[in-house]
């Protein structure tokens, strides 16, 4: 078990975005979480489970905002792998297009008016199986540099990565890097065969000794049990170092995927596996991700009530929608909820 002292400034694991947390107070961070911990927790009487999570949040993140985050698809489509739920595989007949890598300019000019509209993160994503040094990947880091060059946190995901390119991420500024494992071990198998779990673990392993913030979630809807979303969450917490950040997506079904008509997830199961996502790592940001678009309002304000404190906003996530720009200013504003503000609230720390 490791304690962290939460003082006035974020600590080193830190919140991020954490802002000023101007009472020292102790949080617990546990390593050692056993399955059936986590299922007792995940099976609580719904508004029980909530006001766990919540009580524990506003424990660690006092001034409870919420992070506007913007997701760009830098490389869309065409990807060798094969993930039962992507659209961008290129085995999958989805009507996404391969497409080849942005220019630089583009992805900063979307960058820039991501800052405009409130965004105080930046994730590029490429559909790729892992990154190839050569002119592609100098084009990433030169995006990279231009994001923090922005004030913006930067985040990307490209597949698996070596540890030399790990470090030129870092050495470029990246802040974070998103590589989920989207559901258990023993679940993996049928969702993906073209890579296994421990490839997964490795690029973690890699990013987190680079230096660079750890990103990484997982979806439900891929036809997982409880044991399997739980098991997935334990491996998480159970790391020596949680990660920073961790997005929860509900599946996205897409016409064309294998998954396309998997029953569709209970918004409230969403809330569970948010809540039990701050339970067993307070300190990390929790990202209410994709799925957005097919739940209501009042469904998402119950995950942000039980820990969620990021949104991916803009009308795309990578290739499928997300609510309109419009729709999720309307509902910050009656929900009078507080986005995280540009240099204002700049995380302290990864
Ligand atoms: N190719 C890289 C990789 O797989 O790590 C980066 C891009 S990939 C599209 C990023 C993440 O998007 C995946 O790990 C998965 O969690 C999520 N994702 C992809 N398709 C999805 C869908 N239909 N619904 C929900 N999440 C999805
Ligand atoms: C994450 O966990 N979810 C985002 C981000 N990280 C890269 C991606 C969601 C993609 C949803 C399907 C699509 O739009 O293609
Ligand atoms: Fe490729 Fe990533 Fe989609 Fe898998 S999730 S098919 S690796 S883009």
């Avoid at 419009?326 to 507080?338: H, I, K, P, T, V």
Wanted: net charge negative.
């Amino acid at each position: 078990m490791s304690t962290v002292a939460f003082t006035g400034h974020a600590h080193p694991s830190a919140p991020l975005g954490a802002g000023s947390h101007s009472l020292p107070t102790e949080v617990s961070l546990r390593h050692d979480w056993a399955l059936p911990e986590v299922k007792a927790l995940y099976e609580l009487p719904l508004l029980e489970l909530v006001y766990r999570a919540q009580s524990l949040h506003r424990q660690v993140w006092k001034d409870n905002k919420v992070q506007l985050c913007s997701l760009l698809s830098i490389k869309t489509g065409g990807c060798p792998e094969d993930c039962g739920y992507c659209p961008q595989a290129a085995r999958h007949q989805t009507g996404v297009k391969a497409e080849k890598l942005m220019g630089v300019a583009d992805v900063l000019e979307a960058a820039k008016t991501a800052r405009e509209a409130g965004a105080t993160r930046f994730c590029m994503g490429a559909a790729w199986r892992e990154v190839k040094d050569g002119e592609q990947f100098d084009s990433v880091l030169q995006m990279v540099r231009g994001v923090k060059t922005l004030g913006l946190e930067a985040c990307c995901t490209l597949g698996m990565i070596t540890e030399s390119q790990a470090k030129r991420l870092k050495d470029a500024g990246l802040d974070s890097y998103n590589h989920n494992l989207d559901t258990s071990a023993d679940h993996y198998g049928e969702i993906i065969s073209t890579r296994t779990y421990d490839d997964r673990l490795q690029t973690l392993a890699r990013v987190r000794q680079a230096g660079i913030g750890v990103c990484c979630g997982g979806i439900i809807g891929l036809g997982e049990t409880v044991d399997d979303r739980c098991h997935m969450l334990l491996t998480l917490a159970n790391h020596a170092e949680h990660p920073e950040s961790v997005p929860v997506n509900a599946l996205v079904p897409v016409a064309g995927t294998p998954l396309a008509n998997n029953k569709p997830v209970d918004s409230l199961e969403m809330v569970r596996t948010i809540a039990v996502a701050r339970i067993l790592m307070p300190a990390s940001m929790v990202r209410l991700s994709a799925g957005r678009s097919q739940m209501n309002e009042e469904a998402q304000l119950l995950c942000m009530l039980a820990g969620a404190n990021s949104v991916f906003f803009g009308d795309k996530l990578l290739t499928t929608g997300n609510p309109e720009y419009e729709q999720d200013m309307s509902l910050f504003a009656r929900a009078g909820l507080e986005p995280l503000q540009p240099n204002v609230d700049k995380p302290v720390s990864q």
